[in-house]
């Protein structure tokens, strides 16, 4: 389903080129569990933002779903972001001004869905994370556990085949850290994609497959 | 995105922002309100004016013997020897259907005696119909009595400043005065009124048309006014006026036809420029708030990089990212300007309160003017923030950069 080939990216930081990956081949099939880790600056994020078509590779073939996506016009690669691809950040990147309903109803809105159906969804999500009573509540009024479950219905709610989370917990404690993870475990079972980039190994560990970045390419894999 | 939802989100994105949305609904209600009003003032004192010549009557054309070239000019100097203007030919005008009036005019100058007093006054000889064609007011007695033209009765009208010096406080109606060697009786005296059509109303004395005619031994006219029944049949009247005593001179065009529209058009031409030029200076004020508009977007999209990048990641592309900040600006552009319009109402309500006889007015055009150069401003100066937040690269953008 996914298939990267000699995936390399370059960036100029003043005079100096940094190489942020390094010729990263990886192939993923439906259903897969996989965790990055890696130290800092090893390039786990940008690999995350380019399986997520938010980046570019400088050279490399990135196939998804057997579409060449360095072919794809920006639109289209907004387009196969919206139907395909969810994202969970570190800092939950919620709208404060929204309603916890509304944040996860704000893809469905972007991609013209009609309300009413709208509505139906969210109500079923809300449901089904437990936060059906958080419905009305802006993210200030949610526990960080909350905001992170608010983030990932909102990420799972156009229904993608693949969630990227990058440290996802990296901003909870333990405890909500583990329902969040749980929470991904599920939809994963349920048949979505998850790659999770952590710092945490015990969190890492849980993956069916564990990737080991350093300085921009994989050591090895399991 | 559908368009209810893409005004949805941008009316929470200002709702979300209350103090930048209120300073520039602020500053727009402002450009617009100064607009407005300022072009409000304008188009009153064209009002004004306008009111001012329909009192001397719109609907006014002024027939003199001679050609000239150039209507509104002066009274022809040359131009061969003009058959001269008779009362017959006055007569003959009150054919046309759209005058109302003719009132035929002689005019020269004599003494005027009352005992030991003695005025040299301008003589105007006339008939009945001189009262409603010039808006002429009594302030006592009453006007040249109508009746046939060629037998007047010796009476005069006499100005207020003639009476004053020849009667001083005294009453004057009924007395007799002596205009050069012949006795009239004052029947009544004109209020005072100034200049008009370039004769001192004041030092006037009005006989009838057929006394003036043998006190000044002559049967020519000096003017003959025509009053139109509307002003929009000025324009016919003059062309009847024309016909008439074209075929009454044998085929000659040897009169000359002045209207007052063309005075009063240069007026309203003038005063539509200058409506215009201070409505462009207040103009000036909603180039500020438009630049106020770029300013506030332009940290709104710098504060607000993490959501567009957010957007983004969602899937937005760059187009609906552009089109929700221009909604936005668009949206307090409208909504700045309505309140703007409604405060100017507000001070044209006032000054029509404070000042009634200043006809005061917005003019259509120019509220419909002030909408679209609002939504136009709120636009063009939205578009550059639209455009780079449009532009923002994503990742870079949820970072927080
Ligand atoms: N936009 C950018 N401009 C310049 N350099 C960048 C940019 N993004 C990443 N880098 C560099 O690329 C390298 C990889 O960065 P990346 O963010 O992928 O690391 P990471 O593994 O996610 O690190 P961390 O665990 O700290 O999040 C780093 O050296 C970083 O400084
Ligand atoms: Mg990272």
Do not use: C
Request: net charge positive; glycine share 10%.
């Amino acid at each position: 389903m996914i298939r990267l080939e000699g995936i390399s990216r370059e960036f100029q930081v003043g005079d100096e080129r940094v190489h942020a990956l390094r010729g990263i081949d990886l192939d993923m099939i439906p259903g897969d569990y996989l965790s990055i880790m890696g130290p800092s600056g090893s390039g786990k994020s940008t690999l995350l933002n380019i399986l997520g078509l938010l980046d570019r590779p400088d050279s490399g073939r990135y196939r998804l779903e057997g579409i060449d996506t360095t072919t794809l016009t920006e639109p289209q690669r907004a387009a196969a972001r919206r139907e395909r691809i969810g994202f969970v950040f570190q800092s939950f990147h919620l709208l404060a001004r929204l309603s916890a309903a509304q944040n996860i109803e704000l893809p469905m809105t972007l991609a013209g869905i009609d309300p009413a159906q709208r509505r139906q969804r969210v109500a079923r999500t809300l449901r089904a994370l437990g936060l059906a009573d958080r419905a009305e509540h802006r993210p200030d009024q949610l526990s960080g556990g909350q905001r992170q479950r608010v983030a990932i219905a909102r990420a799972t709610i156009m229904r993608p085949l693949i969630l990227l989370a990058d440290e996802p917990t990296g901003n909870l404690d333990q405890s909500s850290g583990e329902e969040v993870v749980e929470t991904l475990e599920t939809l994963n079972r349920d048949g979505i994609t998850l790659v999770v980039v952590t710092h945490d190994p015990r969190i890492g560990e849980r993956a069916a497959r564990r990737i080991r970045m350093v300085d921009g390419a994989i050591l090895g894999s399991g | 995105m559908h368009i209810t939802d893409t005004f949805g989100f941008a009316i929470r994105a200002l709702r979300g922002a209350r103090a930048r949305s209120a300073l520039m609904l602020l500053a727009m209600a402002i450009g617009i309100a100064s607009v407005v009003l300022l072009t409000a003032l304008g188009e009153g004192a064209r009002r004004y004016v306008g009111n001012e010549f329909s009192n001397l009557g719109t609907h006014l054309l002024v027939v003199l013997p001679g050609r000239t070239e150039t209507t509104g000019g002066p009274p022809p100097l040359i131009g061969g020897t003009p058959k001269p203007l008779t009362l017959d030919d006055a007569l003959a005008l009150t054919r046309s259907t759209t005058v109302r009036y003719v009132a035929p005019l002689i005019v020269g100058s004599a003494p005027v005696s009352h005992r030991q007093l003695e005025r040299e006054a301008t003589i105007l000889g006339a008939t009945a119909e001189l009262l409603p064609v010039r808006n002429l007011e009594l302030a006592r007695g009453k006007f040249l009595p109508p009746g046939d033209p060629e037998r007047g009765a010796a009476v005069a009208v006499i100005g207020s400043a003639l009476k004053q010096n020849l009667f001083g406080n005294a009453p004057a109606l009924g007395r007799w005065i002596r205009i050069h060697d012949r006795r009239f009786r004052v029947i009544g005296i004109l209020k005072p009124m100034g200049e008009s059509l370039g004769m001192d109303l004041g030092e006037l004395a009005i006989i009838p048309l057929s006394r003036s005619q043998s006190l000044f031994d002559t049967e020519s006219l000096f003017r003959i006014l025509v009053q139109a029944t509307t002003r929009e049949h000025v324009a016919r009247t003059e062309r009847a006026v024309s016909e008439i005593l074209k075929t009454r001179h044998g085929g000659e065009e040897d009169i000359t036809v002045i209207t007052q529209n063309a005075l009063l058009g240069t007026f309203d031409e003038i005063f539509r420029t200058l409506t215009l030029a201070v409505g462009g200076i207040a103009a000036i004020s909603l180039a500020v708030a438009g630049i106020l508009i770029m300013n506030v977007m332009l940290v709104a999209v710098s504060q607000r990089t993490a959501e567009i990048g957010l957007l983004k990641a969602l899937g937005a592309p760059g187009g609906e990212i552009l089109r929700l900040f221009l909604v936005e600006a668009g949206l307090l552009s409208v909504t700045g300007a309505l309140l703007g319009m409604a405060t100017a109402y507000g001070g044209v309500w006032a000054m029509g309160h404070l000042f009634p006889d200043f006809p005061i007015g917005v003019p259509p055009w120019a509220l419909a003017a002030a909408l679209l150069v609002a939504l136009l401003t709120g636009l063009l100066f939205g578009v550059l923030p639209a455009r780079r937040a449009a532009r923002l690269d994503p990742v870079r953008a949820l970072s927080g950069h």
